[in-house]
């Protein structure tokens, strides 16, 4: 049964720039959640998609934004990068975003911005 | 806003030596409570998940409880490859369908 995948693993982009990330959910989820996880710190809840749609969002920007597929994959797209953008960012799926439904992460995107 | 407190920051303990870490918690109406591991540079894999006050997960030498205010994850016997940094995360009526992570305890057990 495969999990979570995401890709790129790593990525070098400068400031300025912009950057696209992908996700596949588990196989039989139709929900995708993004966070940004800080060095040391725990992650933090960007946005999450269902049936092509944002459905729920934190406190980030408008630079970033994101989009579903009807496979169910996702993109996190992050535009005019800033130093502070340099994290690990992870995809989480789960089954139709159920409140309270355990999500299941991908091993993660470790963007550094120069 | 939901709040979650995780303590110690960093703990060290001798192969076999049990201990307990734990996750303090502050939500408008709590719809699940979730454990994970995480390892440097990887993902966080899943652990448990709790509902309601007295409820209790086990699995191999971990098993969580949760209170009303807190939950605790007891490490019995640990061995070193149970060094990681474990991370609880709580999902509230207020924002259900986001998790709202503290900042994780890491654990680092000795041979």
């Known amino acids: 049964d495969a999990g979570v995948t995401q890709s790129p693993t790593h990525l070098i982009k400068t400031r300025g720039q912009q950057v696209t990330l992908r996700c596949s959910p588990k196989s039989g989820h139709d929900t995708v959640s993004w966070y940004q996880q800080a060095l040391g710190q725990g992650p933090q809840f960007i946005f999450q998609y269902y049936e092509e749609e944002e459905r729920q969002r934190g406190n980030f920007p408008d630079r970033f934004s994101g989009h579903q597929f009807p496979n169910y994959s996702s993109e996190l797209n992050v535009n005019a990068l800033l130093l502070g953008d340099s994290a690990l960012y992870l995809c989480?799926?789960?089954?139709?975003?159920?409140?309270?439904?355990?999500?299941?992460f991908g091993p993660g995107t470790r963007l550094t911005v120069l | 806003e939901d709040q979650v407190t995780q303590s110690p920051e960093a703990l060290r303990l001798q192969e076999g030596e049990s201990s307990s870490l734990n996750c303090s918690y502050t939500v408008s109406g709590l719809r699940g409570l979730f454990w994970y591991r995480q390892d440097p540079g990887k993902g966080p894999e899943f652990l448990f998940t709790?509902?309601?006050a007295g409820e209790e997960k086990e699995k191999e030498r971990l098993k969580a409880t949760i209170t009303k205010k807190e939950s605790f994850l007891h490490i019995t016997a640990p061995k070193p490859e149970d060094s990681a940094t474990y991370l609880c995360a709580v999902a509230s009526s207020g924002s259900a369908r986001q998790l709202t992570f503290g900042s994780g305890t890491q654990l680092t057990v000795l041979p």
């Open positions: 709790l509902y309601s």
């Open positions: 989480a799926s789960s089954l139709s975003g159920i409140a309270g439904d355990t999500q299941y």
